[in-house]
Structure formats: structure tokens, C-alpha cells
């Protein structure tokens, strides 16, 4: 740890980002998803690839669910920074 991979991981993120249709990125994967579980992240990701469509979901399962549907065929940048 500390030795500078999330902030390449984001300079990288940043460079290539325009070339995307969809993009996000997602830090403290593994912390946040321990402390609050997976779908406060799903939530997360939904908001940024539908910034201004507000989709509820109520579990996980409808989560993977929307997520599969929105990113179908979408040129898609995705970065889960510290991932267990």
C-alpha cells in the first residue's frame, strides 16, 4: 500500500475517459462495500452512467440487473479502485 496506485489509476482514468461513451470511476471498492454492501455501489455506478435519470433499486440482484441492461453494447470505461 502507499506507494501511488489509486492516483495513476485515476491520471489513467482521466487521460482515456473521452474516449468513452460511459464512464466511471469507483473508489474504496472494498471498504465501502464491507461496511455498506454492494448496493450503495450499484447505486453509485447507476448515477453516473444516468446522471439524470434517478433509478431506484431496492436490491442487488435488481441492480446487476439494470447495470447489464444500461451498459449493453456501450463503449464502457470502468475503474473499481481497491477491489478484494
Known sequence: GGVGKTTI?????????????????????REDSKSRGLLPLQKQLLNDILPRRKDFISNVDEGIRMIKDRLCFKKVLLVLDDVD
Open 9 to 29: 489509476a485515476k491520471v489513467l482514468y482521466n487521460r482515456f475517459a473521452a474516449q468513452f461513451m460511459i464512464t466511471s470511476f469507483l473508489a474504496n471498492v
